[in-house]
């Protein structure tokens, strides 16, 4: 089975530009995460998506911060404009979700990340 | 709100030597707690998890106990190998009752080095 893909890997911009990561689950999870993890911290989740509704954006800066699911599978994150302290390694993960026991105990299976520096 | 502390790192062991790092949460009701770990390079795996009091989770020669009168949830392993060496992250997941269920609040990390 494949697992979370994120692209790209590595990302260099200058501030006040704009970048897009993208992220595909696992086929068939529900639920997407997005985290933000600045070096030397844990992961901090930015949005959670239930099939394509949000469930959880509280800690995403919504100013400059957006992100989608529109068909329930993919996921875009943006930053606009970006800014020196948004340099982080940003995580998809995807899980169950409700109603979806069968699919496992709603397990999070992380994507490699994409490390954005901003300059 | 939720919140997990580890101990401050980083932590530099021999190989064999025993390893504990330590995890302490605040949560209200009973959440689930994992421990996951993040080699050079790669994505968070997750090692081992617990989901109610007393259980003990176990991989690859780790343990963890959630221990709910303590609201601990160390990690250890008898000896270590070289290859253990990575960053090690305490976690934990709301119960279901949560409006959002499934996220999960990290602790800052621990990198663990281990020399041959």
């Known amino acids: 089975e494949a697992g979370v893909a994120q692209s790209p890997r590595y990302k260099i911009i200058e501030k006040r530009q704009s970048v897009a990561f993208w992220c595909n689950p696992i086929s068939g999870h529900a639920t997407l995460y997005w985290y933000q993890q600045i070096l030397g911290q844990g992961p901090k989740l930015l949005i959670q998506f239930q099939n394509n509704g949000v469930v959880d954006d509280s800690q995403l800066p919504k100013d400059r911060f957006s992100a989608e699911r529109l068909k329930g599978v993919d996921s875009t994150l943006k930053i606009q404009p970006a800014k020196l302290e948004d340099s982080a390694v940003y995580l998809c993960?995807?899980?169950?979700?409700?109603?979806?026991?069968?699919?496992?105990?709603?397990?999070?299976?992380f994507g490699p990340g994409t490390r954005l520096t901003v300059t | 709100g939720n919140s997990v502390t580890q101990m401050e790192g980083p932590v530099t062991l021999s190989e064999e030597a025993f390893l504990t790092i330590n995890c302490t949460y605040t949560a209200t009701g009973y959440p689930s707690l994992f421990w996951y770990v993040q080699y050079p390079g790669e994505g968070l795996q997750l090692l081992l998890k617990?989901?109610?009091?007393?259980d003990k989770g176990s991989n690859k020669g780790f343990e963890a106990t959630y221990r709910k009168e303590t609201t601990s949830f160390h990690l250890e392993k008898g000896s270590v190998q070289v290859s253990d060496s990575a960053v090690y992250f305490c976690?934990?997941?709301?119960?279901?009752?949560?409006?959002?269920?499934?996220?999960?609040?990290f602790g800052q990390g621990t990198i663990l080095t281990v020399h041959p």
């Open positions: 976690a934990l997941r709301g119960d279901a009752g949560g409006t959002s269920y499934g996220k999960l609040t």
């Open positions: 617990a989901t109610k009091a007393d």
């Open positions: 993960a995807s899980s169950s979700g409700p109603g979806q026991a069968s699919k496992g105990s709603y397990e999070q299976y």
